[in-house]
């Protein structure tokens, strides 16, 4: 380095980094560069100057001293001020130099260190920008909104997520010097939470199932309840039978709380040849199974309430000519029915039918597999109209794809009709009701036609298959033969 008229000649040798930068389409530290820095003669003048000049690349070049932001094809960059610029230049072939960092300090003025941001150690609560600063005239004064507002501690906190513009100036408010913008998005301690199911599986028909939870990314004091309960410090729950069970965490130093995914336990050691359908119906209601649903393709050649173990129940009726069971009539709570069903081949499968009665209202949500989407344009996201009220909505929890979505909906054409955006793919929508007793599934495909720039909607599967797949959500099936 040497020192003449006031120049600093930096002379930099860059290691040759491969690197992604999110923001440009180009590799880094593949240009090295040379940069000359003018710095200002007084406090708030703006005479300040840098001047890159690139050893290596493909002219033509564009020169950027704000981390990328902005280009600019001339390499001397002059009228600046005090403070920490971000250099980076970029080749006719889409390649950057690493980034660079250079301080202009005026005679008297402070220097910004550097910065440190802090997530927020409680939910509810915002982040913290600390400043670390140095210089001659103290107390320092900070501001991260572009000096319109300045105060003597370095900390900033209940920060929200937006970009920040750092600035530091004397005691005696002269001589302020600049940082780069800074994003910052503060992750609530939830957003680190996360759990690790370890199951027991419980015999058929048998509340022997154990799921034992080992939650991590918290303060390790934690409360958890299972499907809407009370809250216990124990985490694994006992005597569990075959289902879905949600759990929801509470870590009470951070004061968050993280409802998950759905934990499934299968049954063990059940009958090959047994089939269990585990259904539900709302008191005073009727409902029918019809086993060529369950057996597509195949002629059933009679159904016999007559396998071992139990007996046909008050409320069902079987019609062996249109291969369906009806049953209505039930009570409050559970009723089962234990049938064989024999098809032409004479091959037979036992099934046990678990029909648990509440009064509870339990109806689809949806009367197709698919709804209407619009976009106006290929790489937007399409809006789905979901032809349902927000606050029908709130008995119900919506996973996407199995991502726990929330109800902060979107509005559809309609006010107060909820809708929510989802990208080019396919995804499953599953709307879990609170009550633990009923679900509803949508399955969307959304397809971008680049030739007509917009995004359609085509079903997932045919009439037939989504059928199925619908009782497949319904009905836990240990053998279909």
């Not at 997530?119 to 982040?127: A, D, F, I, K, M």
């Not at 048998?206 to 918290?218: F, H, K, Q, S, W």
Request: hydrophobic share 35%.
């Amino acid at each position: 380095m040497k020192i003449v008229q006031n120049r600093v000649s930096i002379w930099l040798s860059v290691t040759f980094i491969l690197l992604t930068v999110s923001t440009i389409d180009a590799q880094s530290g593949l240009i090295d560069i040379d940069v000359q820095v003018v710095h200002p003669t007084f406090c708030d003048s703006l005479n300040g100057e840098i001047h890159i000049r690139p050893l290596n690349g493909t002219p033509p070049y564009q020169y950027s001293i704000d981390g990328g932001s902005d280009y600019q094809s001339d390499s001397i960059f002059t009228h600046l001020s005090g403070g920490t610029y971000i250099l980076s230049i970029k080749d006719a072939q889409q390649f950057l130099s690493s980034f660079t960092l250079v301080k202009l300090s005026p005679p008297g003025a402070p220097v910004i260190n550097s910065l440190v941001l802090t997530n927020p150690v409680r939910c509810g609560e915002g982040g913290r920008i600390k400043i670390i600063a140095t210089g001659d005239t103290m107390p320092l004064q900070y501001s991260i909104n572009g000096g319109l507002d300045f105060q003597e501690s370095p900390v900033f906190s209940e920060v929200i997520a937006g970009s920040y513009d750092i600035r530091v100036q004397n005691a005696d408010s002269s001589c302020w010097v600049g940082y780069p913008t800074v994003p910052f998005v503060p992750q609530e301690p939830d957003f680190f939470l996360n759990f690790l199911p370890q199951t027991t599986a419980p015999d058929c028909d048998v509340l022997n199932g154990r799921i034992e939870l080992n939650i991590t990314g918290g303060s390790g004091d934690y409360l958890v309840k299972m499907d809407g309960g009370a809250y216990q410090s124990a985490s694994f729950f006992n005597d569990l039978g075959a289902g879905n069970y949600i759990f929801t965490v509470f870590d009470t130093v951070s004061n968050c709380e993280k409802t998950f995914p759905p934990v499934l336990l299968e049954s063990v050691n059940c009958n090959t040849d047994t089939l269990l359908i585990d259904t539900s119906i709302v008191v005073g209601d009727s409902d029918t199974i019809c086993f060529s649903d369950l057996f597509p393709g195949t002629s059933i050649n009679s159904i016999l309430p007559t396998c071992e173990g139990a007996s046909p129940a008050v409320g069902f009726e079987l019609n062996n000519i249109d291969q369906c069971l009806i049953y209505e009539g039930l009570q409050i709570g559970k009723d089962s029915l234990c049938l064989e069903i024999c098809r032409e081949d004479d091959q037979c499968t036992e099934l046990i039918i678990i029909v648990n009665v509440t009064d509870r209202e339990c109806s689809a949500l949806f009367s197709q597999p698919h709804l209407s989407l619009t976009a106006s344009d290929c790489d937007d996201l399409a809006k789905l109209c979901l032809n349902k009220q927000k606050e029908d909505l709130l008995a119900y929890e919506l996973y996407v794809n199995g991502e726990l979505y929330g109800d902060a909906f979107d509005d559809c054409d309609v006010p107060e009709e909820a809708a929510l955006e989802l990208s080019v793919g396919i995804h499953e929508l599953v709307f879990l009701h609170k009550n633990g007793l009923c679900n509803d599934t949508l399955a969307v495909s959304v397809i971008c036609d680049p030739e007509n720039n917009e995004i359609r909607d085509t079903l997932l599967v045919n009439e037939t298959d989504y059928f199925l797949y619908r009782y497949h959500l319904l009905y836990r099936r240990t053998a279909i033969h």
